[in-house]
């Protein structure tokens, strides 16, 4: 989304991805692509690229190596399926000559994109989400710390890091000497797509699109389905309103483990008839899901959540949220402004907070909707947050020159 608006700027966008996905979809950003491999590798065709981009330079590809080497905190493979990147990215570089660097993500892949820049002098940008905060080890547990040879090799080298929010801005000021070259520029949607109200007949016509009953409290949760997605504690939040939930009608959108959720729901005899699951909607069809729901529920637990783009989405439309307050949601939640928030892992709250939302009168639910679509257009339109980083970029553009 980000290089749609930077090619109507009439700049010239490559983005270097790991392989082609089937079913491909750009947004009509119409950027030029860069692949690793044209199909999901197999662990061959790993091997074999290593290998290839080790002969074509070998003093670069151990360069390369060593230097993620140095700063990891264990033996591990990827960094030498980095460094056979980085060897590639090199000659794709002289193809495009390229003005500047964006890499995303805080890791070994944009330490190795940082080296290849330097050396054709280049200067680079990186985007971090909260990987610098939170990290998860293989136990569930926080392996962040173990990483800070990483993050302050990688920060500090950079010309510019860009967080997604506050809550992601915390890791790099833990380790940037000058944090005046940190910005935060919160990832934008398309708010022109979501900016979409519509009236009580409106709303019943999409839930007839959706098959969704008319007469129920929609709620819907939209993100992977994923233990640290919360949608477990959802369901063991609406059982503690046992006189509401004849009332409710819960609306799942996503992709993932659909056994393990399945079997949650068993476990805990939540009524499988008040759960719609819906997955593989359009962005269109995302704003009307929205716009036929009553309240968006967003119960992450991880401290990784940067804010969600799909709580951004249902405030663009005006939809009032419960959530609870894990990483960033509290920049975008203002307590009774535009929604209510709940203690991490604080079941019985995450149902007082729906309840809330529940027993709005419909002039409070008007200025909620309000209070989310205003702040949506105004912090996550996504034309703003793009023009934003395009300006940072043209700004070291010209400084190199």
């Known amino acids: 989304m980000h290089a749609k608006h930077w090619r109507s700027r009439s700049a010239e966008v490559y983005l270097h991805v790991y392989h082609r996905h089937e079913q491909e979809d750009d947004l009509g950003a119409k950027v030029n692509y860069i692949y690793d491999f044209f199909t999901k590798p197999s662990r061959l065709d790993k091997v074999f690229f290593v290998g290839k981009n080790f002969l074509r330079n070998p003093w670069l590809f151990l360069k390369l190596l060593w ?169 063991e939040a609406l059982l503690q309103l046992p006189d509401y939930l004849d009332k409710i009608h819960l609306v799942l959108c996503g992709t993932g483990n659909m056994e393990e959720i399945e079997q949650k729901i068993a476990e805990l005899k939540f009524p499988r008839n008040k759960i719609n699951f819906l997955h593989g909607l359009s962005e269109d069809d995302l704003a009307q899901l929205y716009a036929a729901s009553d309240c968006f529920c967003f119960p992450s637990v991880t401290p990784r959540e940067c804010m969600g783009l799909a709580l951004k989405e249902a405030m663009s439309v005006g939809l009032p949220v419960a959530a609870y307050n894990a990483g960033g949601i509290g920049e975008a939640i203002t307590e009774g402004i535009n929604g209510f928030l709940a203690p991490i892992d604080d079941r019985k709250a995450l149902a007082s907070a729906i309840l809330s939302v529940f027993n709005l009168s419909a002039e409070e639910k008007d200025k909620m909707r309000l209070a989310n679509n205003e702040k949506a257009g105004r912090l996550f339109d996504i034309k703003k947050t793009a023009e934003q980083i395009y300006q940072e970029a043209l700004q070291l553009i010209n400084n190199k020159n």
């Open 67 to 235: 230097v993620q080497i140095k700063v990891s905190p264990k033996l591990q493979l990827l960094p030498l399926f980095c460094a056979g990147r980085g060897v590639f990215l090199e000659k794709q570089l002289k193809l495009v000559r390229p003005d500047i660097i964006i890499t995303e993500t805080a890791g070994y892949q944009s330490l190795v994109s940082l080296i290849i820049a330097r050396r054709n002098k280049l200067p680079v940008i990186l985007i971090n989400s909260a990987e610098v905060v939170y990290k998860l080890g293989k136990g569930g547990e926080n392996i962040a710390d173990r990483y800070h040879k990483l993050w302050r090799k990688l920060l500090n080298e950079v010309d510019l890091v860009i967080s997604s929010s506050e809550h992601c801005s915390q890791g790099p000021k833990k380790y940037l000497r000058d944090t005046s070259r940190l910005k935060i520029v919160y990832s934008g949607v398309d708010f022109a797509v979501f900016n979409h109200y519509c009236s009580v007949s409106d709303k019943k016509m999409l839930r007839n699109k959706f098959s969704l009953p008319k007469d129920k409290f929609i709620i819907t949760a939209v993100g992977a389905l994923r233990v640290r997605k919360g949608h477990d504690q959802l369901f």
